[in-house]
């Protein structure tokens, strides 16, 4: 995938991280295998903040600062499963790992989350779902998605102004 026109908006990625080995062990242990656009990003430009706003997390970002990818995962799937036992209606969306659940990968300052939605039948392709009071879906792939949202062809409270990243945590095995 070329990363090349996020330089532009974002600057040269940090880390350059090799994404089969970044990926390879969380997704066994979550026996999903996520979008590779999505993978290499992250793997480019590693846990860290997107606009000031939304955090995006990495397999391998430190635990203790808590932007590792598999800890958001887990604090999402609690959270969202205990509000969508009370009213379903409101969280109309499973989260892995229940059957179909959007995997958690960036949350926001305010307590946001943004996911990637599993293929469907029909699409055969991953989509973004976002939780901001409201659930947004998007049928685009993540760094289409993100492209969109920082250019501001989809306005988005949770990533809007002037683009920027900035690495936050260190990586860990």
């Given amino acids: 995938m070329d990363l090349s026109?996020?330089?532009?908006?974002?600057?040269?990625?940090?880390?350059?991280?090799?994404?089969?080995?970044?990926?390879?062990?969380?997704?066994?242990?979550?026996?999903?295998?996520?979008?590779?656009d999505y993978k290499e990003f992250i793997s480019a430009y590693g846990?860290?903040?997107?606009?000031?706003?939304?955090?995006?997390?990495?397999?391998?970002?430190?635990?203790?600062?808590g932007l590792r990818l598999e800890v958001l995962m887990k604090s999402a799937h609690s959270a969202y499963s205990m509000l969508r036992e009370r009213s379903p209606e409101l969280y109309p969306y499973p989260i892995h790992?229940?059957?179909?659940?959007?995997?958690?990968?960036?949350?926001?300052?305010?307590?946001?989350?943004?996911?990637?939605?599993?293929?469907?039948?029909?699409?055969?392709?991953?989509?973004?779902?976002?939780?901001m009071g409201e659930w947004a879906v998007f049928d685009l792939s993540f760094t289409d998605f993100l492209w969109q949202a920082l250019n501001g062809e989809i306005f988005l409270p949770v990533i809007y102004g002037e683009p920027s990243f900035e690495p936050i945590s260190a990586m860990s095995e």
Avoid: T
Wanted: charge should be negative; glycine fraction near 14%.
């Fill in 97 to 131: 790992p229940d059957d179909g659940g959007c995997i958690a990968i960036g949350r926001s300052y305010g307590g946001n989350h943004l996911f990637l939605s599993p293929p469907g039948p029909e699409s055969g392709q991953w989509g973004i779902v976002v939780e």
């Fill in 5 to 36: 026109r996020f330089r532009r908006l974002l600057g040269n990625p940090l880390v350059n991280g090799d994404s089969n080995r970044d990926w390879s062990d969380l997704e066994a242990r979550i026996e999903v295998e996520l979008p590779e």
């Fill in 47 to 65: 846990a860290g903040c997107l606009n000031d706003q939304m955090l995006l997390f990495h397999p391998k970002g430190d635990p203790v600062d």
